[in-house]
């Protein structure tokens, strides 16, 4: 697992912005050493600053906006029929309707700020 985890860290510096965008649209690794990462690349001059925080803010940006397309325009249908392949279970979702109807969307707000949650 140390070799996959530092075969992606490498991956992510020979492509530089473009390989933190990627990273954190599709969620190999959680976002948070992503980042830090990120982060590490600039302490080395290796990226700039302003380059990270906005590649950092594309790959964010585009990863919510297809989960929000898919259940915008897909729902509970397209992710009971499709979920599957993106590794999201019918008893995830069960779990997270409950929950949405028991804390409603200040829980969902307040989620976003929780490491490791997150991304649930």
């Known amino acids: 697992m140390h ?15 473009i390989g933190i965008a990627l990273a954190l649209m599709i969620e190999v690794i959680p976002s948070e050493i992503v980042l830090a990462y990120a982060g590490y690349l600039v302490s080395r001059e290796e990226i700039s600053f302003v380059g990270a925080v906005i590649a950092g803010t594309i790959g964010g940006t585009i990863a919510q906006l297809f989960l929000y397309w898919m259940g915008y325009y897909g729902g509970r249908p397209f992710l009971d029929k499709y979920g599957k392949y993106l590794l999201i279970k019918k008893k995830h ?10 804390y409603g969307s200040g829980g969902i707000f307040s989620a976003r700020f929780i490491s490791g949650v997150r991304p649930a």
């Open 93 to 102: 979702l069960d779990l997270s309707e409950q929950w949405f109807e028991k």
């Open 3 to 17: 070799e996959f985890i530092q075969s992606i860290f490498t991956f992510l510096a020979d492509l530089g912005y």
